[in-house]
C-alpha cells in the first residue's frame, strides 16, 4: 500500500439540460494502483504458460504478454500522478458541458 497519502481523482461532469447536473466520483489512487498489482501478478503468472508471439503486424491480436507491459505503464502513471501536489488535471468548460478532474 502507498505510503504517500490519499490523493484521489476527483471526476466531476456537468451537463446543461434544462439545470447542471453535478456528478462527482471520488477514486483514490492508491486502489486503482493496488487493483492493478493484482492484475500484474496475476498476468505474470498467465506470461509463464503462455509463449511469446511475434505478432506479425496484425494489431487486432493483442497478448498477455503485451497486456503485461501496458499494466506496468499505466501503474508507472499512477505513480507520477500520486507524486506532486494536488493539481487540476483536466478543467474543460463549453455552454453544454463542464469536465474536470483534479488530483487532491
Not at 471520488?26 to 486502489?31: A, H, R, V, W
Amino acid at each position: 500500500m502507498s505510503t504517500r497519502g490519499f490523493r484521489c481523482l476527483w471526476i466531476r461532469l456537468q451537463l446543461k439540460d434544462k439545470r447542471f447536473i453535478k456528478m462527482p466520483f471520488p477514486i483514490q489512487l492508491y486502489i486503482l494502483e493496488e487493483l492493478l498489482d493484482c492484475c500484474l501478478d496475476l498476468l505474470s503468472i498467465a506470461c509463464l504458460f503462455i509463449p511469446q508471439r511475434s505478432t506479425g503486424g496484425s494489431s487486432s491480436d493483442i497478448s498477455v504478454h503485451l497486456m503485461k507491459e501496458l499494466v506496468l505503464v499505466v501503474m508507472a502513471l499512477l505513480r507520477a500522478l500520486n507524486d506532486d501536489e494536488p493539481y487540476d488535471l483536466i478543467d474543460i468548460r463549453t455552454d453544454e458541458v463542464q469536465l474536470s478532474i483534479r488530483v487532491k
